[in-house]
């Protein structure tokens, strides 16, 4: 195969992951209290329930991840936005 195939694959910009509309705050918002609730409680269900922490160790645990997971909840968003639209491509077709 020549070089400027493989040049062409990997060095081609992705237009799925570029974003289709302007950033809208309140997406932005919602992504972020989805992700900051989720974790919170899924996390303290596990750490009390499954591994043994005490309450207080398991809130002061999820307290500490509340700021991680600010950071991380818009390009989770942004990911989830991506793979919704990737899913919409291929519809599901009764038997």
Not at 20 to 44: E, L, Q, S, W, Y
């Given at each position: ?11 081609r910009e ?7 509309a ?7 918002a ?9 974790c919170f409680?899924?996390?303290m269900?596990i ?7 005490t ?6 645990s999820?307290?500490l991840?509340?700021?991680?997971n600010i950071?991380?909840?818009w390009?989770?968003?942004v ?11 291929y519809?599901v077709?009764?038997?």
């Amino acid at each position: 195969m020549p070089k400027a195939f493989f040049d062409s694959l990997l060095f081609r910009e992705i237009p799925e992951l570029k974003p289709k509309a302007p950033f809208c705050i309140r997406n932005a918002a919602a992504d972020t209290f989805a992700m900051v609730v989720f974790c919170f409680v899924t996390g303290m269900l596990i750490e009390v329930l499954v591994s043994g922490m005490t309450f207080e160790q398991s809130l002061a645990s999820r307290l500490l991840s509340i700021p991680v997971n600010i950071a991380i909840a818009w390009p989770y968003g942004v990911f989830r936005d991506w793979a919704l639209r990737q899913a919409r491509k291929y519809p599901v077709r009764a038997p």
